[in-house]
Antibody
Framework: EVQLVESGGGLVQPGGSLRLSCAAS????????MDWVRQAPGKGLDWVGR??????????DYAASVKGRFTISRDDSKNSLYLQMNSLETEDTAVYYC????????WGQGTLVTVSS | QSVLTQPPSASGTPGQRVTISCSGS????????VCWYQQVPGTAPKLLIY???QRPSGVPDRFSGSKSGTSASLAVSGLRSEDEADYYC???????????FGGGTKLTVL
């Protein structure tokens, strides 16, 4: 059974940093592209970024709203995906989900990030 | 404002057929496959349709997807109370080099 479990969310002040993790199991993690998607309270889904697999040289893409502030990485030996978030803004407050593959065929339960003073 | 345009709401009575539209452009829906997701409030989204009209295993055949040009649609037939949820379309966008979502459609079963 595919499982994605996010962690690392919490309350952070504007301008601060946070690192989210996503632990994957039940599939060959290294084969897949992985995305981060977020959802602000009461709002719709918002794509954050993607990291491709080794075959595609672990290349990344980011939404314009987070480019230069967020960094996606992965450790295939640990079946883990990461999202390093710097220079956080109040508009980054959201539940952050990790998703599998280009179709986002599996989602984690999400982790809440609150940016507030 | 979302790159993909969906109606904010849709409704129907049990047993009815409802369709939800998703309008895009040549840089997204016109060039790439569309996915649809269902999100029951308080839970994570779930993949409903991929590659425009394919259903993952476990998704009832009451759900169907189609795509024509720069638009796509999701149809729900034999509407049931448990179909009450938010529905989102998504596709890759070449111009943005990123994935884009519709704003979501809240489906109400009357």
């Amino acid at each position: 059974e595919v499982q994605l479990v996010e962690s690392g969310g919490g309350l952070v002040q504007p301008g601060g940093s946070l690192r989210l993790s996503c632990a994957a199991s039940g599939f060959t993690f290294s084969d897949y592209y992985m995305d981060w998607v977020r959802q602000a309270p009461g709002k719709g889904l918002d794509w954050v970024g993607r990291i491709r697999n080794k075959a595609k040289s672990y290349t990344t893409d980011y939404a314009a709203s987070v480019k230069g502030r967020f960094t996606i990485s992965r450790d295939d030996s640990k079946n883990s995906l990461y999202l390093q978030m710097n220079s956080l803004e109040t508009e980054d407050t959201a539940v952050y989900y990790c998703t599998r593959d280009r179709t986002a065929d599996n989602w984690g339960q999400g982790t809440l990030v609150t940016v507030s003073s | 404002q979302s790159v993909l345009t969906q109606p904010p709401s849709a409704s129907g009575t049990p047993g009815q057929r409802v369709t939800i539209s998703c309008s895009g452009s040549s840089s997204n829906i016109g060039s790439y496959d569309v996915c649809w997701y269902q999100q029951v409030p308080g839970t994570a989204p779930k993949l409903l349709i991929y590659k425009n009209n394919q259903r993952p295993s476990g998704v009832p055949d009451r759900f169907s997807g189609s795509k024509s040009g720069t638009s796509a649609s999701l149809a729900v037939s034999g509407l049931r109370s448990e179909d009450e949820a938010d529905y989102y379309c998504a596709a890759w966008d070449d111009s943005l080099s990123g994935r884009v979502f519709g704003g979501g459609t809240k489906l109400t079963v009357l």
